[in-house]
């Protein structure tokens, strides 16, 4: 059964940073392209950035390159987002999501983790 | 990239169909065959319901169909149930390696 599992969210000041992770289980990971999708409060879906299986494709949406870093490690089946320079703007629900395999482009998401909440605010 | 177009709500009987239309342009649904719908209940994480425009993953009811003319996709569910009422996303490629979504769509089974 295919698994993601976030982690990492919580409150930070403006300016401040945070780094999410995403446990992936039950699919090999590493042949899969892997997305951050986020959800603020009451509103709908912004894709954030994707990455290929073997990390040779990274993209991001134009409201967080710059500020974020999604990176992953497929010995440990680990997806991350290191979210640096906060804005009120970043507060969401980050979810993880898996894309298709082989992909390089970010096309469409067939599995999701619940997500975790990032909340900027001081 | 602008968001898709979707209506706000849509609504229908048990029993019943109802379509929800996901509006782009020629750069984004009119131009790739990668339009997706995502199924989302209060709380829960997204479920992909449609993929490339017309593909149903397994596990998902064969009453969920999907379409697409010129620069406007559609979702349909047919012989509504109540466990259909969520909200309901699209989503399209954009080029220029984007995903860009609709805002949502509310479907409340009357």
């Known amino acids: 059964e295919v698994q993601l599992v976030e982690s990492g969210g919580g409150l930070v000041k403006p300016g401040g940073s945070l780094r999410l992770s995403c446990a992936a289980s039950?699919?090999?990971?590493?042949?899969?392209?892997m997305n951050w999708v986020r959800q603020a409060p009451g509103k709908g879906l912004e894709w954030v950035s994707s990455?290929?299986?073997?990390?040779?494709?990274?993209y991001y949406a134009d409201s967080v390159k710059d500020r974020f870093t999604i990176s992953r490690d497929n010995d440990k089946k680990s997806l991350y987002l290191q979210m640096n320079s906060l804005r009120a703007e970043d507060t969401a629900v980050y979810f993880c999501?898996?894309?298709?395999?082989?992909?390089?482009?970010?096309?469409?998401?067939?599995?999701w983790g619940l997500g975790t909440l990032v909340t900027v605010s001081s | 990239q602008s968001a898709l177009t979707q209506p706000p709500s849509a609504s229908g009987s048990p029993g019943q169909s109802v379509t929800i239309s996901c509006t782009g342009t020629n750069s984004d649904v009119g131009d790739y065959n990668y339009v997706s719908w995502y199924q989302q209940h209060p709380g829960k994480a997204p479920q992909v319901m449609i993929y490339e425009v017309t593909k149903r993953p397994s596990g998902v009811p064969d009453r969920f169909s999907g379409s697409k003319s010129g620069n406007t996709a559609s979702l349909t569910v047919s012989g509504l149930q109540a466990e259909d009422e969520a909200d309901y996303y699209c989503?399209?490629?954009?080029?220029?390696?984007?995903?860009?979504f609709g805002g949502g769509t509310k479907l409340t089974v009357l």
């Open positions: 989503s399209s490629y954009a080029g220029s390696n984007n995903l860009i």
């Open positions: 990455i290929s299986g073997r990390s040779s494709f990274i």
């Open positions: 999501a898996r894309g298709p395999s082989g992909a390089s482009r970010p096309l469409f998401l067939d599995f």
């Open positions: 039950g699919f090999t990971f590493s042949i899969y392209s």
